[in-house]
């Protein structure tokens, strides 16, 4: 005869304890990996400015594309709405974390008022793309375009500088 486990006994002792700990231990790992620390030297903070302006344009560049691609009815809304919401969380997050980090010197106080604006410009015209886009509304795609093209042209330059 098949035993089974009575009903007041767990058949899995230990295992609420055991995911209590992995979600605590996970919370933990987010929060901290969201921290950015101090940048002790100016090189670093370039760096991070480098590394900054190389993810927006990436996430600029997928909003150019996705506004292409609507305007040529070649992809389903839903495809293009995931696409625009996945790049606009990207510059977001990236803007953020630029944001956090403090400059070291007056020099790159003056690289931080060059491209924290480009950051909002950025994110601000992924947004609209993403309204726009969800509207299905050609005219506001075709002006979010130009201005996530004209961030491009500033991204780049910007890009250039810190070479």
């Not at 089974?4 to 231990?25: E, F, K, L, N």
């Not at 993810?55 to 992809?75: C, F, K, P, Q």
């Not at 510059?91 to 480009?118: C, I, K, M, Y």
Request: net charge negative; with cysteine.
């Amino acid at each position: 005869m098949l035993s089974h486990p009575s009903p007041s006994r767990d058949p899995y002792p230990g295992r609420p304890r055991r995911i209590t700990a992995v979600v605590a231990s996970w919370l933990v790992l987010v929060l901290v990996s969201g921290c950015t620390g101090p940048t002790p030297t100016e090189s670093l903070y370039r760096d991070a400015a480098e590394q900054t302006v190389t993810a927006l344009l990436s996430a600029v560049g997928t909003g150019i594309m996705l506004s292409e691609i609507h305007r040529r009815d070649m992809a389903f809304s839903p495809y293009t709405e995931t696409t625009i919401e996945d790049a606009e969380d990207a510059a977001r997050s990236v803007n953020d974390t630029f944001g956090t980090r403090q400059p070291p010197t007056p020099r790159a106080r003056s690289l931080r008022s060059e491209l924290a604006p480009l950051c909002d410009s950025a994110v601000n015209a992924l947004s609209d793309l993403r309204i726009a886009l969800r509207e299905d509304d050609g005219a506001a795609v075709r002006t979010a375009e130009r201005s996530l093209r004209s961030v491009a042209v500033d991204l780049t330059e910007l890009q250039d500088e810190l070479s």
